[in-house]
């Protein structure tokens, strides 16, 4: 393989016996590529301090890489050796410095400040001008093809490269402590721990190799270098998942797309380590084969994701469009309120007048005006409730209802209103009666006043939608779930399913509405219903079907007296 | 008075400035180790070459506490001038050395002071 690249066929030797070159091209090409790749991505689509400072540590990290790897293979002559060598403490410290620019900005959303670069260029400059000068490697030995480092120039590095570690976790600390949210805390940990580990492997593999060649009888030492380098793997992993989970760096990848690119850059490595050709071929076509099916899988997934997105801003558009019907509702209500006011003492002031009328007060009126004035007294009355609805309405749907509730028979309220009506249905022709099926008087805590509203408008409207037979109305008591029930049975026209599922909504008349009663607003059910549950209970509405006849049934709480 | 935005900005370009110069500063470095290293050979190699124990007090390895492969030829050490050491040296297959310029070359002799762990004297 390197047949035609080798300088010095001992040192070839020498690098066999101490370690596999495949190994080497593995763990140091493929993490540097990846690494490359990932952070330029980020930089393409995110020109900030962050992502340059990203961008910085993975082309020094790949420096480092291709550096280190030429320092391997000794084969290719010792001025090769020595000159990649004497450079990989220096990059080593430049991206230590980096790791500690990208935390820094990754946290606090600046670059660094003045200060802190005048402290790492103080720093750093020592070690630069050692390796200018040539001091930190001493010689060649050619026995083990290896350089002479300095001691001295390389516990500087150590010392460097601690300095900066310390100041990482000294910023994280500081950033942890000040983050309001748990997602801020979990984003600068994950952040740091990532940048930790990747910067402990890099500064522990040199520093436990030199204790093992200084201190220990152990065979080929630097073997162990190389592990140094799996901590790059590590951090992107990290920054992968905050990408993933909080959108980091503004990126929306997708677990997917790291997973393909995972799986491919292992699939790449593989390539490093084959015996014979049909094995490398096999290796190939799995890589091409797992190309094309993870990127099919990756255009699937990102097409799911856009629908979601795309049917999340639409619930988004949605909430923001009922709040503002809401609000215009609102608006409504309040013009409907103020409209009535204007409204009502106008038609106050006719119907006294008109009233006074008729009663005689300003004299004997002729027959040839006694009809219109009747129409006038009729027409505003009616116009007098469909205010009052409004203005039901109006106070239902701002909260401003008031109810003054007390304990009274509902017994009572019930016959005496049925008693009230009975004229107005024999006048029809229709048979209204009461049947009290309760044991005892039936007291209920809840507004005399709006109940008795609420039973009038129903008992009127089923003897409005009533042409011939009877209007029954029963009351009686479910002990077990402690309330009353006042049931309003008729034999008239009846209901339509679609009539029944739109009888309580505003503005809501039968079809046939306007030939029994040209008058009404379509509010009265409406405002019904929403007194009953205000005080407690329901009103509900059933019906076999158009001609067969209505019921409506009344709910009330029990009181614990009647109970 | 200065905005605190300017002072800012200011102290970026500065921090942008001090970044350039680095980078300046380590491609320098990278092209004087070049010169040095690859064009130059200006660096010293260390190497062992066969010794004659009749002539000279020659270092050996002690292979008493070794078990395996150990080379027991006894060896002088040898520290000369990269551009003046033949390509023997570096294949650690020259049959015989000497050092012709004492002042591009040193041999060092086994003596108490200079040999290490692991070694022995032999003459």
């Given at each position: 393989?390197?047949?035609?690249?080798?300088?010095?066929?001992?040192?070839?030797?020498?690098?066999?016996?101490?370690?596999?070159?495949?190994?080497?091209?593995?763990?140091?090409?493929?993490?540097?590529?990846i690494?490359?790749?990932?952070?330029?991505?980020?930089?393409?689509?995110?020109?900030?301090?962050?992502?340059?400072?990203?961008?910085?540590?993975?082309?020094?990290?790949?420096?480092w890489?291709?550096?280190?790897?030429?320092?391997?293979?000794?084969?290719?002559?010792?001025?090769?050796t020595?000159?990649?060598?004497?450079?990989?403490?220096?990059?080593?410290?430049?991206?230590?410095?980096?790791?500690f620019?990208?935390?820094?900005?990754?946290?606090?959303?600046?670059?660094?400040?003045?200060?802190?670069?005048?402290?790492?260029?103080?720093?750093?400059?020592?070690a630069?001008?050692?390796?200018?000068?040539?001091?930190?490697?001493t010689?060649?030995?050619?026995i083990?093809?290896?350089?002479?480092?300095?001691?001295?120039?390389?516990?500087?590095?150590?010392?460097?490269?601690?300095?900066?570690?310390?100041?990482?976790?000294?910023?994280?600390?500081?950033?942890?402590?000040?983050?309001?949210?748990?997602?801020?805390?979990?984003k600068?940990?994950?952040?740091?721990?990532?940048?930790?580990?990747?910067?402990?492997?890099?500064?522990?593999?040199?520093?436990?190799?030199?204790?093992?060649?200084?201190?220990?009888?152990?065979?080929?030492p630097?073997?162990?270098?190389?592990?140094?380098?799996?901590?790059?793997?590590?951090?992107?992993?990290?920054?992968?998942?905050?990408i993933v989970?909080?959108?980091?760096?503004?990126?929306?990848?997708?677990?997917?797309?790291?997973?393909?690119?995972?799986?491919?850059s292992l699939?790449?490595?593989?390539?490093?380590?084959?015996?014979?050709?049909?094995?490398?071929y096999?290796?190939?076509?799995?890589?091409?084969?797992t190309?094309?099916?993870?990127?099919?899988?990756?255009?699937?997934?990102?097409?799911?994701?856009?629908?979601?997105?795309?049917?999340?801003?639409?619930?988004?558009?949605?909430?923001?469009?009922?709040?503002?019907?809401?609000?215009?509702?609102?608006?409504?209500?309040?013009?409907?309120?103020?409209?009535?006011?204007?409204?009502?003492?106008?038609?106050?002031?006719?119907?006294?007048?008109?009233?006074?009328l008729?009663?005689?007060?300003?004299?004997?009126?002729?027959e040839?005006?006694?009809?219109?004035?009747?129409r006038?007294?009729?027409?505003?009355?009616?116009?007098?409730?469909?205010?009052?609805?409004?203005?039901?309405?109006?106070?239902?749907?701002?909260?401003?209802?008031?109810?003054?509730?007390?304990?009274?028979?509902?017994?009572?309220?019930?016959?005496?209103?049925?008693d009230?009506?009975?004229?107005?249905?024999?006048?029809?022709?229709?048979?209204?009666?009461?049947?009290?099926?309760?044991?005892?008087?039936?007291?209920?805590?809840?507004?005399?006043?709006?109940?008795?509203?609420?039973?009038?408008?129903?008992?009127?409207?089923?003897?409005?939608?009533?042409?011939?037979?009877?209007?029954?109305?029963?009351?009686?008591?479910?002990?077990?779930?402690?309330?009353?029930?006042?049931?309003?049975?008729?034999?008239?026209?009846?209901?339509?399913?679609e009539?029944?599922?739109?009888?309580?909504?505003?503005?809501?008349?039968?079809?046939t509405a306007?030939?029994?009663?040209?008058?009404g607003?379509?509010?009265?059910?409406?405002?019904?219903?929403?007194?009953?549950?205000?005080?407690?209970?329901?009103l509900?509405?059933?019906?076999?079907?158009?001609?067969?006849?209505?019921?409506?049934?009344?709910?009330?709480p029990?009181?614990?007296?009647?109970? | 008075?200065?905005?605190?935005?300017?002072?800012?900005?200011?102290?970026?370009?500065h921090?942008?400035?001090?970044?350039?110069?680095?980078?300046?500063?380590?491609?320098?470095?990278g092209?004087?180790?070049?010169?040095?290293?690859?064009?130059?050979?200006?660096?010293?190699?260390?190497?062992?070459?066969?010794?004659?124990?009749?002539?000279?007090?020659?270092?050996?390895?002690?292979?008493?506490?070794?078990?395996?492969?150990?080379?027991?030829?006894?060896?002088?050490?040898?520290?000369?001038?990269?551009?003046?050491?033949?390509r023997?040296?570096?294949?650690?297959?020259?049959?015989?050395?000497?050092?012709?310029?004492?002042?591009?070359?040193?041999k060092?002799?086994?003596?108490?002071?200079?040999?290490?762990?692991g070694?022995?004297?032999?003459?």
């Amino acid at each position: 393989m390197f047949d035609s690249l080798i300088y010095s066929q001992y040192c070839y030797d020498y690098l066999v016996a101490q370690i596999d070159p495949g190994l080497l091209f593995y763990t140091h090409i493929p993490t540097a590529i990846i690494a490359l790749i990932f952070s330029a991505i980020i930089f393409a689509k995110n020109r900030d301090t962050v992502s340059s400072s990203l961008l910085m540590i993975c082309f020094l990290f790949t420096l480092w890489a291709y550096l280190d790897l030429n320092a391997w293979l000794v084969f290719l002559g010792a001025e090769n050796t020595l000159f990649n060598w004497s450079l990989i403490d220096l990059i080593g410290i430049c991206i230590f410095f980096s790791s500690f620019r990208f935390i820094y900005t990754f946290h606090f959303s600046i670059d660094l400040s003045q200060k802190w670069y005048l402290v790492s260029c103080a720093i750093i400059l020592p070690a630069v001008l050692m390796t200018f000068l040539g001091l930190n490697i001493t010689g060649y030995n050619t026995i083990t093809c290896e350089a002479y480092e300095n001691q001295y120039s390389l516990y500087y590095t150590y010392f460097v490269q601690a300095s900066f570690i310390s100041a990482i976790l000294y910023v994280s600390l500081h950033k942890w402590r000040s983050a309001r949210t748990v997602a801020e805390r979990n984003k600068t940990l994950l952040a740091t721990s990532g940048m930790s580990i990747f910067l402990f492997f890099l500064f522990s593999a040199p520093f436990v190799v030199n204790l093992l060649s200084n201190y220990t009888s152990v065979e080929f030492p630097y073997n162990y270098e190389i592990y140094g380098l799996f901590g790059m793997p590590v951090l992107l992993g990290y920054l992968g998942y905050l990408i993933v989970k909080y959108q980091a760096f503004n990126l929306k990848l997708i677990s997917a797309q790291l997973l393909i690119v995972a799986l491919l850059s292992l699939e790449v490595a593989q390539l490093f380590f084959y015996s014979t050709r049909s094995e490398l071929y096999v290796k190939i076509a799995t890589l091409i084969f797992t190309s094309g099916f993870g990127y099919f899988l990756v255009r699937s997934v990102q097409r799911e994701i856009q629908e979601k997105e795309r049917n999340e801003r639409l619930a988004k558009d949605l909430s923001v469009a009922n709040e503002r019907l809401r609000e215009l509702d609102t608006l409504k209500s309040e013009f409907v309120s103020i409209a009535s006011h204007q409204l009502r003492s106008p038609i106050t002031a006719i119907r006294g007048y008109t009233s006074m009328l008729l009663d005689g007060s300003f004299g004997t009126i002729s027959e040839k005006l006694l009809l219109p004035i009747q129409r006038i007294e009729e027409s505003s009355r009616f116009m007098a409730l469909s205010v009052d609805d409004f203005l039901n309405v109006s106070r239902i749907e701002s909260g401003s209802m008031k109810y003054d509730t007390a304990i009274f028979s509902l017994s009572k309220t019930t016959s005496s209103l049925v008693d009230d009506l009975r004229a107005a249905a024999v006048k029809r022709g229709l048979i209204l009666t009461f049947k009290n099926e309760a044991s005892t008087d039936v007291l209920v805590k809840a507004d005399e006043g709006k109940v008795r509203q609420v039973l009038q408008n129903v008992i009127d409207n089923a003897m409005k939608y009533t042409p011939k037979g009877s209007v029954t109305v029963t009351l009686c008591t479910d002990l077990d779930k402690k309330r009353s029930v006042v049931a309003v049975v008729d034999t008239g026209v009846g209901m339509s399913k679609e009539t029944l599922n739109d009888l309580f909504g505003k503005f809501v008349r039968a079809k046939t509405a306007n030939t029994v009663n040209v008058y009404g607003t379509g509010l009265g059910l409406y405002i019904a219903r929403k007194m009953i549950m205000a005080m407690g209970g329901s009103l509900k509405a059933s019906s076999k079907g158009e001609g067969y006849g209505s019921t409506f049934v009344m709910e009330l709480p029990l009181t614990s007296t009647s109970a | 008075m200065q905005s605190i935005c300017l002072i800012q900005y200011r102290s970026m370009k500065h921090a942008n400035y001090l970044l350039l110069i680095f980078a300046i500063l380590i491609l320098v470095t990278g092209l004087t180790r070049y010169k040095d290293y690859v064009i130059a050979r200006n660096y010293v190699v260390y190497t062992n070459v066969p010794c004659d124990t009749e002539l000279n007090n020659c270092f050996q390895f002690d292979c008493s506490n070794l078990d395996g492969d150990c080379d027991e030829s006894p060896f002088t050490k040898i520290e000369i001038e990269a551009s003046k050491a033949p390509r023997c040296l570096f294949e650690n297959d020259c049959k015989t050395f000497f050092c012709t310029d004492e002042s591009m070359c040193t041999k060092l002799e086994c003596n108490d002071d200079t040999v290490e762990d692991g070694e022995l004297c032999v003459s």
